[in-house]
């Protein structure tokens, strides 16, 4: 392992006034948006208690827009109304805080155009398959998503039945978060562990079912735009995780990103290898996976967890531990981005930590900042690895600011 390159804390420079917008994109191209309805005839529905339903997924894709300086932008969370039935009030209150009343009135805004020409400007674009965290919206992820597309990428996100907060299908169908499910499977670890792994399972041929698909598929604005030469992976929390083990079933995949999940440290589940991740492999740790330099807890916090200070320090080190010799014995060489900032947080990769602080100025500030980071390093990869590009923040050796930490792990980072 070499030590860390740099620490770097982004300074926000956007000024937002008193209502919340997303961050605008900060690439060249105009965004462009369209939604899929796609079923898998190969697979059923594993929480169907219909033997003939199949797997059915909603695939929203991000591309490089040919300008449309007119066009209405989409609308953020454009069914609010069928969506907030089928999870609830609470719950959209819960996820939007300060926000909530703004995003169902439909007069928050994101930057992306619906359905129009992808851009003209390279014959095809590099494919990003995006898996959000368990529970959540791939719509909820626009702010990182958009900055992508803006930058050159198709960014092709899919939402699935049962595991987001609420899947709408185009005939007026919806299914929830299967919630007794999950209140029945987190009551032992080990339960928990197995249902997280049937799903990231589940996940994985839902990622390879699209991919699959968009290699075939004959429509405008992607037939024959898309790189396959060219195809990343990444996702936040169990969405990490599925990626992680997406590169290990799927050799069309050329780079891989596990955005802040990992289990005992490893950023991966176990029954998956270091050895078996043969990618180049980025692993983005909050202070939720990045032990090394996680705050001391409180003696109230260590009573709760029914752990004495010794036995949280050794936990902590194993952990740590765990997670540099995974992260070394990657084959095709890893880094971590490690962020240590105070508000930067497990929620902080998702658009809700920024919209949920929409009366906070100073919140507002650094959730803006926080995206900046998420969207810097995430690009900075994939470009590295898809477009070759050699001057990227990850080669970086300057010291910027506090708040970040770049290490490299195998010569294949390098």
Known sequence: MMPPLFTFS???????????????????????????????????????DKKSEQREVMVYVWYPAEVQPDAPRVKYLPDFAAIEKCAGE???????????????????????????????????????LFSPGFGELCLTYSAVLEDLASHGYVVVAIDRPYDATCVLFP???????????????KKETDTMMSYYGSRIETWVADTRFVLNRLERFDRAPLAGRLDFERVGVFGHSVGGM?????????ARVRAVMNQDSDYQGKPFMPGSSAKNIKQPFLFFASRHSFFQRVPAPTDK????QKLTREESDKLVAQFNKNQEEALTAMPGGSYRVAVVAPSLNHRSFIDAALLKAQDDPKAVT????????????????????????????LDETTIRDEGVSVERFGHGSR
Not at 93 to 111: F, I
Not at 380 to 387: G, R, T, V
């Open 301 to 304: 916090a260590l009573a709760a």
């Open 242 to 250: 599925t990626a992680a083990r997406m590169c290990e079933l799927d």
């Open 171 to 185: 005939d007026g169908r919806s299914i929830a978060f299967a919630q007794e499910r999950w209140d029945k499977a």
């Open 10 to 48: 982004a300074v926000c420079g956007l000024a937002l006034g008193a209502n919340v917008d997303l961050p605008a994109p900060t690439g060249p191209h105009q965004v462009g948006l369209v939604a899929y309805h796609w079923t898998d005839p190969s697979r059923p529905e594993p929480f169907s």
């Open 366 to 393: 650094e959730n803006v900042r926080n995206l900046k980071i998420v969207r810097t390093y995430t690009r900075a990869f994939f470009d590295k690895h898809l477009k070759d590009m050699k001057n990227t923040p």
């Open 90 to 128: 609470a719950e959209m209150k819960g996820l939007l805080g300060a926000s909530y009343l703004t995003v169902k009135a439909g007069k928050l805004l994101t930057h992306s155009v619906k359905d129009v020409k992808m851009s003209s400007d390279q014959k095809q674009y590099p494919v990003l």
